[in-house]
């Protein structure tokens, strides 16, 4: 790449990788100075962070703004940065603008119809349920990691179940998926996780060639104007997204909610409002914070002196938007009664998530059926706040310790603590 690419006379904003709390407050660093600020990112590229909500829209829909790496970036050269492979080397509907994105959208679109979502729910019901007979065996004054046991389970199961990822692969593929979103890999191990995904892919494809089924792979396979590398690409985009997301969604709704007890009361007293539960934990939780790259395809001027060039580098600030207080009022408050929820966690425009109905239900068959089975549900440490998952990407806890049953009776249950 040129050095105008990865390199700036201006001085750049290096992107924490701490996570939790540390990314929000970046994001409002960011936004309080300027429509747009560039920064570091792994491997010495630069980009332009936008985290203003109003500047985010705009770019999201700008017909000078590109996802094509290969045609807009300026010295961009295939497989020379290592973490970026599964979001600016890959030919799916992710990278690909115009006709090109809707011929790859359509690859795959028919498997996430309204329809064929809603005929997932007792697919997910009963994997749920099995997942909670698993947790009742247990004891209930334990503590319990719920994502590993729990949040986790439920959209990984679903997805590796959709795309007929056999139980031997699953667990290789599912590391390689979500190193995907760790930000803070050497070089080397960006570089040997690129090689897993594609590996572990691979493998799938070739084991679906020699026993094909109903499964989205097979679907894939049998669209004939595909090569292997947009097929390998759309896998990579499809399972990762189709599990990362719903991940930490399921996660932060269950702790906010345990957190605030007033609320789960609510919720539990009028179930029409876990759709409430899961707009508002969307709009203070994205699951995924920046999703890199696009590019500018000409000058775009966004006043306040700043103008992105072309060939330059954009990373938007998905997950800004939900608390940028121009757009919310006390934006980093859980309030499921907030009228407003807007929020840009599953993007905006022509590139607004496929996977997004079938994240929502996963969360809205996951958390009425766990706090059902668990009504006494309880952090395991109320005063510390899950370790944050390490990225300026993603936005994940790597545990949430839970009693299932907080001294089994002898206290009240944290909705009866908020009558």
Same mark, same amino acid.
């Given at each position: 790449?040129?050095?105008?690419s990865?390199s700036? @006379?201006v001085?750049?904003?290096?992107?924490d990788?701490s996570?939790?709390?540390?990314?929000? %407050?970046q994001?409002?660093?960011?936004?309080?100075?300027?429509p747009?600020?560039?920064?570091?990112?792994?491997e010495?590229v630069?980009?332009?962070?936008v985290?203003?909500?109003d500047?985010?829209k705009q770019?999201l829909?700008?017909?000078?703004?590109?996802?094509d790496?290969?045609?807009?970036w300026?010295?961009?050269?295939?497989g020379?940065?290592?973490?970026?492979?599964?979001?600016?080397d890959?030919?799916?509907?992710?990278?690909?603008?115009?006709? &090109?994105h &809707?011929?790859?959208?359509?690859?795959?679109?028919?498997?996430?119809?309204?329809s064929?979502? #809603?005929?997932?729910?007792?697919?997910?019901?009963?994997?749920?349920?099995?997942?909670?007979? /698993?947790?009742?065996?247990?004891?209930?004054?334990?503590?319990?990691d719920?994502?590993?046991a729990?949040s986790? #389970?439920? @959209?990984?199961?679903?997805i590796?179940?959709?795309?007929?990822?056999?139980?031997?692969q699953?667990? =290789?593929m599912?590391?390689?998926?979500?190193?995907?979103?760790?930000?803070?890999?050497?070089?080397e191990?960006a570089e040997?996780?690129?090689?897993?995904?594609?590996?572990?892919?691979?493998?799938?494809?070739?084991y679906?060639?020699?026993t094909?089924? &109903?499964?989205?792979?097979?679907?894939?396979?049998?669209?004939?104007?595909?090569?292997?590398v %947009?097929v390998?690409?759309t896998?990579i985009?499809?399972?990762?997204?189709?599990s &990362?997301t719903?991940?930490?969604?399921i996660?932060?709704?269950?702790? %906010?909610?345990l957190?605030?007890?007033?609320?789960?009361?609510?919720v539990?007293?009028?179930? /029409?409002?876990?759709?409430d539960?899961? %707009?508002?934990s969307?709009?203070l939780?994205p699951?995924?914070?920046?999703?890199p790259?696009r590019?500018?395809?000409?000058?775009?001027p966004?006043?306040?002196?700043?103008?992105?060039?072309?060939?330059?580098?954009?990373?938007?600030?998905?997950?800004?938007?939900?608390? =940028?207080?121009?757009?919310?009022t006390d934006?980093?408050?859980?309030?499921?009664s907030?009228?407003?929820?807007?929020?840009?966690?599953?993007?905006?425009?022509?590139?607004?998530c496929l996977?997004?109905?079938?994240?929502?239900?996963?969360?809205?068959?996951?958390?009425?059926?766990?706090?059902?089975r668990?009504?006494?549900?309880?952090?395991?440490?109320?005063?510390?706040p899950?370790?944050?998952?390490r990225?300026?990407?993603?936005? /994940?806890?790597?545990?949430l310790?839970?009693?299932? /049953?907080?001294?089994?009776?002898?206290r009240?249950?944290?909705?009866?603590?908020?009558?």
């Amino acid at each position: 790449m040129t050095s105008s690419s990865i390199s700036s @006379p201006v001085p750049a904003v290096r992107l924490d990788s701490s996570g939790g709390r540390r990314l929000h %407050e970046q994001a409002a660093e960011l936004r309080a100075a300027g429509p747009a600020v560039k920064v570091a990112l792994p491997e010495g590229v630069t980009a332009w962070s936008v985290t203003r909500g109003d500047i985010a829209k705009q770019l999201l829909t700008h017909p000078d703004v590109s996802k094509d790496a290969g045609e807009h970036w300026a010295g961009y050269r295939p497989g020379a940065i290592q973490w970026l492979y599964p979001w600016v080397d890959v030919k799916s509907m992710l990278t690909a603008d115009g006709d &090109e994105h &809707e011929r790859l959208k359509q690859a795959i679109g028919s498997g996430f119809s309204r329809s064929r979502i #809603q005929a997932m729910r007792p697919v997910l019901e009963t994997i749920v349920t099995r997942l909670l007979d /698993d947790l009742t065996a247990r004891p209930a004054d334990g503590i319990v990691d719920l994502r590993a046991a729990f949040s986790y #389970q439920v @959209p990984t199961l679903l997805i590796c179940d959709l795309f007929g990822v056999p139980d031997a692969q699953r667990g =290789d593929m599912l590391r390689a998926i979500d190193l995907v979103l760790t930000t803070d890999l050497t070089a080397e191990q960006a570089e040997t996780n690129k090689h897993d995904l594609y590996r572990t892919m691979m493998a799938l494809i070739e084991y679906k060639r020699r026993t094909p089924g &109903e499964d989205l792979t097979s679907h894939l396979l049998k669209n004939h104007e595909l090569t292997e590398v %947009e097929v390998v690409s759309t896998l990579i985009l499809m399972i990762g997204a189709g599990s &990362e997301t719903a991940v930490a969604l399921i996660g932060w709704a269950v702790y %906010e909610l345990l957190t605030h007890p007033d609320q789960l009361a609510a919720v539990l007293a009028d179930p /029409d409002r876990w759709a409430d539960v899961i %707009e508002e934990s969307l709009r203070l939780h994205p699951p995924i914070m920046h999703l890199p790259l696009r590019f500018a395809a000409a000058d775009i001027p966004l006043g306040e002196d700043v103008t992105i060039r072309k060939g330059d580098a954009i990373l938007i600030g998905y997950g800004a938007h939900g608390r =940028d207080p121009a757009v919310h009022t006390d934006p980093d408050l859980f309030d499921i009664s907030r009228e407003d929820k807007q929020h840009l966690a599953f993007g905006y425009g022509v590139h607004h998530c496929l996977g997004a109905p079938l994240a929502r239900l996963e969360a809205a068959v996951a958390l009425p059926l766990l706090f059902a089975r668990f009504p006494r549900l309880a952090l395991a440490d109320p005063t510390t706040p899950p370790e944050p998952h390490r990225s300026f990407l993603g936005n /994940d806890v790597t545990h949430l310790p839970v009693i299932l /049953d907080h001294l089994q009776g002898a206290r009240p249950t944290a909705a009866e603590e908020g009558r």
